[in-house]
Nanobody
Framework: VQLQASGGGLVQAGGSLRLSCVASGRTFTNYAMGWFRQAPGKEREFVADIGWSGTRYRDSVKGRFTISRDNAKNTVYLQMDSLKPEDTAVYYC????????????WGQGTQVTVSS
């Protein structure tokens, strides 16, 4: 299985970025997809996920971030608007089998830096 994340970069506070993660090697529709992030010196934290039951977000990104998926392209997206310096982190996409809480596969991460 390969997860290839892209779309990170440097942006000013208030700006936007769209992350993409392309999956290969598994039947994409059998998996829920999620985004996590890890800032320097901090634990990896949940950002958002999407599956049969819908979408979920951590409270600090609700109303600013939108997760979506295109099953025809085996791709999950994270649209990030109104970015804040505290959103700075390496963002990772992950896949998990429906019904399980643990993620089975992870992408390599993409750096998002928000300047004030």
């Amino acid at each position: 299985v390969q997860l290839q994340a892209s779309g990170g970069g440097l942006v000013q506070a208030g700006g936007s970025l769209r992350l993409s993660c392309v999956a290969s090697g598994r039947t994409f529709t059998n998996y829920a997809m999620g985004w996590f992030r890890q800032a320097p010196g901090k634990e990896r934290e949940f950002v958002a996920d999407i599956g049969w039951s819908g979408t979920r977000y951590r409270d600090s990104v609700k109303g600013r971030f939108t997760i979506s998926r295109d099953n025809a392209k085996n791709t999950v997206y994270l649209q990030m608007d109104s970015l804040k310096p505290e959103d700075t982190a390496v963002y990772y996409c992950g896949m998990r089998v429906y019904g399980r809480s643990a993620y089975d596969y992870w992408g390599q991460g993409t750096q998002v830096t928000v300047s004030s």
